[in-house]
């Protein structure tokens, strides 16, 4: 009787975010039609493998009125080298001291032209209409910000991990943030240039994307835009993987507040979904429940296999759903303690 109320939670938890992705597809959101300058930002380091075909995408945009702004932090490879050898009137290459994403960021900000701030990363590739996909969403003065949706390349089973991820979040996110979108990824956000001034622009911060939005939301809205998307590279070791998000969480731990749908709250809640999502499979399996083992793989396969379809994606990565979904959840379950336990010795150090 256990297994079955807690197997009744997962389904409960994933149908109330699938339910209402479902309904967003058929709800239209809003949209305007101006046409601002943009400039787009592209801070790299060390990225001298990737910054040509970054640089290309981002010139590449079906939008009529752009500027790229390369600034490479410095490198110590041939990133400057390979992003001046592009030749564009819409192109300008930077190069500084190596500071950090966050100041060169800012740096790019104070030579940008456009009323629009569009930031991607040199390692990332813009789809052809990420521009007007996140232009279209200022509809009104008061949307300061626009997030647009994050892919991953690759093949291996880490990286269609990290895609599955992303079109989980994805997910979530047209469910139930496109009016109030928690963070504007670095790989593809947009922001009125006034509203970054205001806050004295790009956030320094190890999680500057996560931070500057939560500044930019005391001044007006920061929106989905669930068409733009970047194709990004993500790391291709479990090593790699465990050190950024690591960083991610507990950069993230330093800005985080309270709300009953958002931050605190939901983190907590999250983490108990993930110990159920490790538990009972398991538990099912070991018990020889196999008709409930069935029906929990085939649902969360089906609550893929949707998005899959709609936003693009991989068939067998929906099909090995429930694989990804379990190494996920004993993953951030044993990241989150990790950064809990961390959190709460500086908290008793400083006591001292």
Do not use: C
Not at 116 to 144: C, G, H, Q, W
Not at 245 to 256: A, I, M, P, S
Request: no cysteine; aromatic share 12%.
């Amino acid at each position: 009787m256990l297994l079955e109320m807690l197997l009744a939670i997962i389904l409960l938890w994933d149908s109330y975010f699938f339910v209402n992705y479902l309904l967003s597809l058929v709800k239209p959101y809003k949209t305007g039609n101006s046409a601002p300058f943009v400039s787009v930002l592209i801070p790299a380091y060390n990225e001298g493998e990737n910054i040509v075909d970054s640089i290309k995408s981002a010139l590449s945009q079906d939008y009529p009125d752009f500027e790229v702004i390369v600034i490479d932090d410095g490198s110590e490879d041939d990133t400057f080298e390979r992003a001046l050898s592009l030749k564009d009137l819409r192109l300008r290459v930077f190069r500084k001291a190596h500071e950090g994403k966050a100041k060169a960021l800012n740096f790019g900000l104070s030579k940008a032209k456009g009323e629009i701030i569009v930031t991607t990363d040199a390692d990332s590739i813009l789809s052809p209409n990420a521009l007007k996909s996140l232009v279209e969403r200022f509809y009104s003065m008061d949307v300061v910000g626009v997030g647009g949706q994050v892919r991953v390349l690759g093949s291996s089973f880490l990286e269609r991990a990290q895609d599955v991820e992303h079109l989980r979040i994805a997910m979530f996110r047209r469910a139930k943030e496109l009016e109030d979108l928690s963070v504007a990824p670095g790989p593809i956000s947009a922001f009125r240039r006034e509203a970054l001034e205001r806050i004295g622009g790009f956030v320094e911060s190890e999680v500057e994307d996560y931070a500057t939005t939560k500044e930019l939301k005391k001044l007006g809205k920061v929106l989905y835009a669930p068409k733009a998307r970047v194709y990004t590279r993500m790391p291709k070791t479990l090593q790699q993987l465990w050190r950024q998000r690591r960083r991610w969480f507990l950069g993230d731990l330093k800005h985080l507040g309270g709300g009953l749908e958002k931050e605190l709250f939901f983190l907590i809640l999250g983490d108990f979904i993930a110990l159920l999502d490790v538990v009972v499979p398991v538990a099912l399996l070991l018990t020889g429940n196999f008709d409930l083992l069935l029906l929990f793989l085939s649902y969360e396969v089906l609550t893929l296999l949707i998005p899959t379809v709609v936003e693009g994606g991989s068939l067998l990565n929906a099909l090995l759903f429930p694989v990804f979904l379990w190494f996920w959840a004993l993953f951030y379950l044993s990241l989150h303690l990790y950064g809990y336990l961390r959190t709460l010795l500086g908290i008793l150090q400083s006591l001292r």
